[in-house]
């Protein structure tokens, strides 16, 4: 049972509760209370139109949450990979045998100085990016050390995956926020329809009748305080 007639204060499935019972009502006591046929239909047809729109509003929420959490696993991962490059870059930076011009071209090269945030997708893509040039730097150069290919490799697929969910993610937020909209769009016209049928039922039978029960409606006495 519903605890008053505020519905603007229903839950969306509340709301989907309540259309639905004056939906049938109204189709019950179309003539006995003398309601507009095209309240009766526009009622019924936000009913079920209003529950497809709540399915598909769940399922982009869903879906949403899903690739933030696509994201985040991808983001995190990359995350390991830079860092573990890097570390492996320090270790031969602070190799004692290694001579001062090659510590230093290898610490520019790989600009390893920088801070690394595990938060931010543009610092990471930037350290991604370091490494990659540092590799191919070393590679021009014919140095006789460098990153393994495998590790490359890994960096370049997680790099370009995590590319991949960002934009993925972009879409699924733009099509949750639709669903958003258009679902409260409809909530508004459903509101009003349910405002008209209940006014019309008071004004006919008064605002205590137990009939008022069969469309959603709570009578005066019940009314939760």
Not at 68 to 77: N, Y
Not at 114 to 124: C, F, G, N, T, V
Not at 195 to 203: E, G, K, Q
Request: hydrophobic share 35%; proline share 2%.
């Amino acid at each position: 049972m519903f605890k008053n007639n505020q519905f603007s204060g229903d839950t969306h499935w509340e709301h989907l509760h309540r259309s639905q019972l004056c939906a049938t009502a109204s189709a019950t006591h179309e003539a006995e209370l003398g309601l507009r046929a095209s309240w009766v239909a526009d009622i019924a047809t936000h009913a079920t139109d209003f529950e497809a729109q709540l399915d598909t509003q769940n399922l982009e929420d869903a879906e949403y949450h899903g690739a933030v959490a696509d994201m985040k696993s991808r983001r995190e991962a990359l995350y390991e990979l830079v860092s573990s490059a890097r570390w492996m870059i320090k270790t031969i930076i602070d190799d004692p045998d290694l001579a001062d011009g090659d510590r230093k071209l290898i610490n520019d090269v790989f600009d390893i100085e920088q801070p690394l945030e595990s938060k931010s997708y543009e610092r990471l893509y930037e350290a991604v990016e370091d490494i990659l040039t540092g590799q191919q730097k070393l590679e021009d150069m014919g140095a006789s050390w460098k990153l393994p290919d495998a590790m490359i490799t890994n960096l370049t697929d997680s790099q370009s995956g995590m590319k991949t969910a960002s934009e993925t993610l972009k879409i699924e937020h733009g099509e949750k926020l639709k669903a958003t909209e258009d679902l409260y769009t409809m909530r508004t016209t459903g509101e009003n329809l349910l405002r008209n049928v209940f006014r019309w039922c008071v004004a006919v039978w008064g605002d205590d009748d137990e009939r008022l029960l069969e469309f959603g409606f709570v009578p005066k006495s019940q009314i939760w305080t």
